[in-house]
């Protein structure tokens, strides 16, 4: 499949050594929406929020899906090729690239760290499942050493809990990432909470420690 050019929303720091936070929105949304996240994250990073490329409820998708948060196993390959021929050309080599994933982003997210794990400094899967059963490993220790943040809302009534509970599972148990999980008492959104926890764990588990 064809798709179109990526249609980028940008903030921060822009120069090639600056860590690239890439905002991936959720299923309906786009870009405008989700690049409002910088605000409330470090000042010294760099910002990139992409329009996934499938039209989805007036907004766009990452994914075409036979279920809430899972993803049909074609096109997830198709938009993940799509998305990396985008970041193969933005980041240079070396630049650190960490992804920021919520809902369906949080899937897409998922995604492309299970194929490529060494790609990325770090991955945040907010309010969202891992892709399991959609054509990308979910092997024990698939994410060994990864920085990855997971968080959850204990009464999310969009994402199937059984989806969730596997996630959080094979995130803090089985993925081998230096995982960071938190779950907390609110439905499908980011809670302030959850929003400090991002900000500090950017900071410290991905910035700190790329810069050395």
Not at 9 to 17: I, L, V
Not at 31 to 39: K, M, V
Not at 63 to 90: H, K, Q
């Given at each position: 499949m064809t798709f179109p050019a990526p249609v980028v929303a940008a903030r921060g720091g822009q120069d090639d050594t600056t860590p690239l936070v890439v905002l991936l929105h959720g299923r309906g949304s786009h870009e405008g929406e989700i690049i409002a996240l910088a605000e409330h994250?470090?000042?010294?990073?760099?910002?990139?929020?992409?329009?996934?490329?499938?039209?989805?409820?007036?907004?766009?998708?990452?994914?075409?899906n036979r279920g809430i948060g899972r993803p049909v196993a074609e096109s997830l390959r198709e938009t993940m090729d799509w998305f990396r021929g985008w970041l193969d050309e933005t980041a240079v080599a070396g630049r650190p690239v960490v992804l920021v994933g919520f809902s369906g982003g949080a899937a897409f997210a998922g995604g492309l760290i299970l194929d490529d794990p060494s790609r990325y400094a770090g991955a945040a899967v907010l309010y969202g499942t891992m892709p399991f059963d959609a054509g990308v490993p979910t092997t024990r220790d698939r994410l060994a050493g990864l920085p990855v943040l997971v968080a959850q809302g204990d009464h999310d009534d969009v994402i199937p809990r059984e989806l969730l509970d596997r996630t959080w599972q094979y995130l803090r148990e089985e993925s081998g990432a230096d995982i960071t999980a938190r779950r907390d008492p609110v439905g499908h959104g980011i809670s302030p909470q959850a929003l400090t926890a991002l900000r500090a764990w950017l900071t410290e588990r991905c910035v700190t420690t790329v810069r050395g």
């Amino acid at each position: 499949m064809t798709f179109p050019a990526p249609v980028v929303a940008a903030r921060g720091g822009q120069d090639d050594t600056t860590p690239l936070v890439v905002l991936l929105h959720g299923r309906g949304s786009h870009e405008g929406e989700i690049i409002a996240l910088a605000e409330h994250l470090p000042a010294d990073l760099a910002y990139a929020a992409v329009r996934a490329p499938i039209g989805a409820g007036g907004g766009y998708a990452w994914f075409a899906n036979r279920g809430i948060g899972r993803p049909v196993a074609e096109s997830l390959r198709e938009t993940m090729d799509w998305f990396r021929g985008w970041l193969d050309e933005t980041a240079v080599a070396g630049r650190p690239v960490v992804l920021v994933g919520f809902s369906g982003g949080a899937a897409f997210a998922g995604g492309l760290i299970l194929d490529d794990p060494s790609r990325y400094a770090g991955a945040a899967v907010l309010y969202g499942t891992m892709p399991f059963d959609a054509g990308v490993p979910t092997t024990r220790d698939r994410l060994a050493g990864l920085p990855v943040l997971v968080a959850q809302g204990d009464h999310d009534d969009v994402i199937p809990r059984e989806l969730l509970d596997r996630t959080w599972q094979y995130l803090r148990e089985e993925s081998g990432a230096d995982i960071t999980a938190r779950r907390d008492p609110v439905g499908h959104g980011i809670s302030p909470q959850a929003l400090t926890a991002l900000r500090a764990w950017l900071t410290e588990r991905c910035v700190t420690t790329v810069r050395g």
